[in-house]
């Protein structure tokens, strides 16, 4: 039998408990999102358009990591709700520019009210402040840089809800 050696880990490991987590929030979400007609993938599409102001189909790719044949059939899902238009650029008439609706962006105050409420119970357990905590360790461990919360910074997406 082999012997492998020591090394000195963290008595904590992690990754398990951000799966756990993670599949809690997502089984919850779905189950929100869906009598609104929205998957998460289509949540995180709107999120971006309305962060941009539209972009091009190509960027949209680019951000999502996606394949752009997968981008296209996921854009024609939301088209078909009249969630987002696609319109010819100007500057290009050979490109399209992805623009979110006014419907689409009713569609998605709703579903992050919707989505407020299954953090508030997934993540119950924690108080305010242990919450801008690990939002901003896992913001951090995204993007490497830190991130400073502050309440004047706090999102307020939420407050409508």
């Known amino acids: ?6 090394v000195n880990q963290p008595v ?21 999102l869906a009598p609104l007609g929205l998957r ?4 995180v599409t709107l999120t971006v358009l309305r962060q941009h102001g539209g972009c091009s189909q190509q960027a949209l790719s680019s951000t999502l990591e996606m394949d752009g044949t997968n981008v296209v059939g996921l854009l024609n899902d939301l088209e078909a709700d009249g969630l987002i238009e696609r319109r010819r650029s100007p500057e290009d008439r050979r490109r399209h520019v992805v623009m979110l609706t006014d419907r689409g962006a ?3 105050v709703k ?3 919707a989505l407020a409420a299954v953090e508030n119970d997934v993540l119950g357990a924690l108080d305010e402040a242990q919450r801008e905590t690990l939002y901003g ?15 004047a ?6 407050a409508a809800c």
């Open 12 to 32: 904590h490991r992690s990754g398990a408990l951000l799966d756990h987590l993670a599949r809690r929030i997502r089984l919850r979400a779905e189950s929100v």
């Open 137 to 151: 360790l896992l913001q951090q461990a995204v993007t490497g840089e830190p991130v400073i919360c502050t309440e």
């Open 1 to 6: 039998m082999v012997e492998l050696p020591v």
């Open 111 to 113: 579903a992050e009210c």
């Open 106 to 108: 009713r569609v998605l």
């Open 153 to 158: 910074a706090a999102d307020d997406s939420d």
């Open 40 to 43: 998460p993938r289509h949540l």
